[in-house]
C-alpha cells in the first residue's frame, strides 16, 4: 500500500510542471504508459523533474555501457536495496531490451553468489588485499 496518492492524469494536469515530465516520459518511453513511481512522485512536482531528468541522463544517455546491461545492473542494485517495485520494473525494461531468459538466470545466480559472498567477508571482516586499493 502506498504512502502518498498516486495521481491520475486528470490531477497531475493541474501542474504545468508535473504533467511537462509526464509528456516527456511518454515521448521518450514512446508509450501512454506511465507507472507507478511516477505517480507517486507527482505528489511533489520539483522532484519528480529532478528524478526524471537524471533517470534520463543516468539511463538513457549514450555511453560505454549498453541499455540492457544499465538495466541489468539496476536488477542487481534493486536486489540488495530489497526493492521489489525496482527489481520488477527494471526486469520488465531489461526484457524489453532484449535481455534472454538464460542472460536473466545468469544475472540472478551472480547476485545470488554475490550476496552470499558479501555476507561472508562481512562476517568475517576480511580486509582489502593491498592489491586491491586504488593507487
Known amino acids: ?3 502518498v496518492k498516486l ?14 515530465v509526464f509528456e516527456d516520459i511518454r515521448a ?14 507527482a505528489n511533489d512536482p ?9 533517470l534520463k541522463q543516468v ?3 549514450e555511453g560505454e555501457l549498453s541499455p ?4 541489468m545492473i539496476y536488477i542487481a542494485v534493486s536486489t540488495a536495496n530489497g526493492c521489489s ?9 531489461a526484457k524489453a ?18 550476496a552470499q559472498t558479501n555476507a561472508m567477508v562481512t562476517a568475517m571482516q576480511v580486509p582489502v588485499d593491498a592489491a586491491f586499493e586504488v593507487k
Not at 28 to 41: G, I, M, P, Y
Not at 68 to 71: A, D, I, S, Y
Open 46 to 54: 520539483a522532484q519528480l523533474q529532478r528524478v526524471w531528468a537524471q
Open 28 to 41: 521518450t518511453r514512446k508509450s501512454d504508459f506511465v507507472n507507478n513511481f511516477w505517480r507517486a512522485l
Open 97 to 114: 531490451k532484449g535481455m534472454t531468459n538464460g542472460q536473466h538466470a545468469e544475472l540472478l545466480s551472480v547476485i545470488g553468489m554475490a
Open 68 to 71: 540492457l546491461v544499465r538495466e
Open 7 to 20: 495521481l491520475s492524469d486528470e490531477e497531475v494536469r493541474k501542474s504545468p510542471e508535473a504533467w511537462a
Open 1 to 3: 500500500m502506498s504512502t
Open 85 to 93: 517495485y525496482c527489481v520488477h520494473s527494471h526486469t520488465a525494461a
Open 59 to 61: 539511463m538513457m544517455a
